[in-house]
Antibody, heavy 122, light 107 residues
Framework: EVQLVESGGGLVQPGGSLRLSCAASGFTFSNYAMSWVRQAPGKGLEWVSTISGSSGDTYYADSVKGRFTISRDNSRNTLYLQMNSLRAEDTAVFYC???????????????WGQGTLVTVSS | DIQMTQSPSSLSASVGDRVTITCRASQSISSWLAWYQQKPEKAPTSLIFGASALQTGVPSRFSGSGSGTDFTLTISSLQPEDFATYYCQQYSSYPYTFGQGTKLEIK
């Protein structure tokens, strides 16, 4: 059974940093691209970032480019999102999501974690 | 960026009704379209990929169609557990983009 468990969310001041983690199990982690998708309170879904299975390719939404860094440790079956220079508009539930291929091209999200809430406020 | 526009934004229907949700892309995405269901306070779940292929375990009352720029999600006979918010998403090119969502409510 595929399981994705996010952690690391919390309250942070504007300009601060936070690192999210997503522990994966139930599949061969290195064979699949992984993504982060966020949802602001009461709003829709917004794709944030994707990393290929080998970590060779990364992709970012313009809204986070230069501030967020996606990475993965295939030996630990864990996905990360380092978030710097956080803004109030980054407040959201952050979901990690598994894609259906390794490349990150032409793939959709077949499994999602339960999400972790990030609140940016002073 | 490819814009995804869903309609309607909300919909009231009764158990047993047939409902259709539409999704339009601002440019052709071939069949690189997925549909997700999200219940309150829960993570989204995958329903349909490739515009019309049903994800494993999804009931056959759900169906998807379309290609290019116009797509539909149809629920043939609404069940109580289907009342949720539905999102379309294009995965033709980065940045991946979602529709704004359609909230399906009980009439």
């Amino acid at each position: 059974e595929v399981q994705l468990v996010e952690s690391g969310g919390g309250l942070v001041q504007p300009g601060g940093s936070l690192r999210l983690s997503c522990a994966a199990s139930g599949f061969t982690f290195s064979n699949y691209a992984m993504s982060w998708v966020r949802q602001a309170p009461g709003k829709g879904l917004e794709w944030v970032s994707t990393i290929s299975g080998s970590s060779g390719d990364t992709y970012y939404a313009d809204s986070v480019k230069g501030r967020f860094t996606i990475s993965r440790d295939n030996s630990r079956n864990t996905l990360y999102l380092q978030m710097n220079s956080l803004r109030a508009e980054d407040t959201a539930v952050f979901y990690c999501a598994k894609e259906v291929s390794s490349s990150g091209y032409y793939t959709y999200f077949d499994f999602w974690g339960q999400g972790t809430l990030v609140t940016v406020s002073s | 960026d490819i814009q995804m526009t869903q309609s309607p934004s909300s919909l009231s229907a009764s158990v047993g009704d047939r409902v259709t949700i539409t999704c339009r892309a601002s440019q052709s995405i071939s069949s690189w379209l997925a549909w997700y269901q999200q219940k309150p306070e829960k993570a989204p779940t995958s329903l349909i990929f490739g515009a019309s292929a049903l994800q494993t375990g999804v009931p056959s009352r759900f169906s998807g169609s379309g290609s290019g720029t116009d797509f539909t999600l149809t629920i043939s006979s609404l069940q109580p557990e289907d009342f949720a918010t539905y999102y379309c998403q294009q995965y033709s090119s980065y940045p991946y983009t979602f529709g704004q969502g359609t909230k399906l409510e009980i009439k």
